[in-house]
């Protein structure tokens, strides 16, 4: 099985802040890699999908990137409604799909 | 507009048989993997299955295999998911989720439903 394991667990930066997260599959799954957003009490929301790719409706301040094994979510200026859990998530084949752990954030 | 709207909380005890519900409506119910994702109590996200409503096609990730069941009737929009006998692990809340792509296993999920909490405690 393919694990996923993202870093930091926990994080706390200022407003403004340049943001990044990490997420390191233990084998290759090419693109097939999402971001979410879960903020508290709130259902998840779809960020990123293919690596890099913004869902639409989502600010232009998160990105993605990778390919691979490695990947990054970057908030590139940090805002307070952006308080919430990530999570990468691998869709390369199912039904082996999983997430990440969760990072989360917190403003300092 | 894309929605989800799942069946309320529920409350159980051990042993007990349980099926929560799934109606999409919005968009073509038939052509959309549905899936099913675990959030234990403050824990993170799981996923648990999809299923393909048009004929029934359902994958399980090998965690969730045999503990559950996904379903779906597509003549009323609706996918389940059901326990035959709960456990106090069980205790969660339960998500389903749209695939982002037509016809797509490899896929995330782009709308999901308010979630259905089960308490089960004797």
């Known amino acids: 099985d393919i694990q996923m394991t993202q870093s930091p667990s926990s994080l706390s930066a200022s407003v403004g802040d340049r943001v990044t997260i990490t997420c390191r599959a233990s084998q290759g799954i090419s693109n097939y890699l999402a971001w979410y957003q879960q903020k508290p009490g709130k259902v998840p929301k779809l960020l990123i999908y293919a690596a890099s790719t913004l869902q639409s409706g989502v600010p232009s301040r998160f990105s993605g990137s990778g390919s691979g094994t490695d990947f990054t979510l970057t908030i590139s200026s940090l805002q307070p409604e952006d308080v919430a859990t990530y999570y990468c998530q691998k869709y390369n084949s199912a039904p082996s799909i999983t997430f990440g752990q969760g990072t989360r954030l917190e403003i300092k | 507009e894309v929605q989800l709207v799942q069946s309320g909380a529920e409350v159980k005890k051990p042993g007990e048989s349980l099926k929560i519900s799934c109606k999409g409506s919005g968009y073509s119910f038939t052509t959309y993997w549905i899936g099913w994702v675990r959030q234990m109590p403050g824990k993170g996200l799981e996923w648990m299955g999809i299923i393909y409503p048009g004929d029934s096609d359902t994958r399980y990730s090998p965690s969730f295999q045999g503990q559950v069941t996904i379903s779906a009737d597509k003549s009323i929009n609706t996918a389940y998911l059901q326990w035959s006998s709960l456990k106090a692990s069980d205790t969660a809340i339960y998500y389903c989720?749209?695939?982002?792509?037509?016809?797509?296993?490899?896929?995330?999920?782009?709308?999901w439903g308010q979630g259905t909490l089960v308490a089960v405690s004797s």
């Open positions: 989720a749209k695939g982002i792509w037509v016809g797509a296993t490899q896929s995330p999920f782009d709308y």
